[in-house]
């Protein structure tokens, strides 16, 4: 599987949401806290182009926010639902 990638803040809902998604499909991910550290958001920034929080990525492929991870999983699940 490839490696997946999640930039956070403790504080955030929609970190804890998107966690929680990962978690209920038992994928591992590494979370990097952005709160407080400036280099991890200015990378984070530079990869997403995004200022908010979560920014997900699968190996280099960036997914985006939970909305986006959302619909990564629904489309992933209708492929594999026509393809059984």
């Not at 407080?36 to 699968?58: C, D, W, Y």
Request: glycine content about 6%; charged content about 25%.
């Amino acid at each position: 599987m490839t490696d997946i990638t999640m930039y956070s803040k403790q504080w955030c809902p929609y970190c804890r949401a998107a966690s929680a998604t990962l978690d209920a499909r038992n994928l591992e991910y590494k979370t990097i806290e952005v709160t407080g550290n400036h280099a991890a958001f200015e990378e984070m920034l530079t990869k997403s182009g995004r200022h908010t929080v979560p920014q997900i990525f699968f190996g280099d492929e960036h997914i985006g926010g939970f909305d986006d991870l959302q619909q990564y999983f629904r489309e992933l699940d209708h492929q594999q639902r026509q393809n059984t």
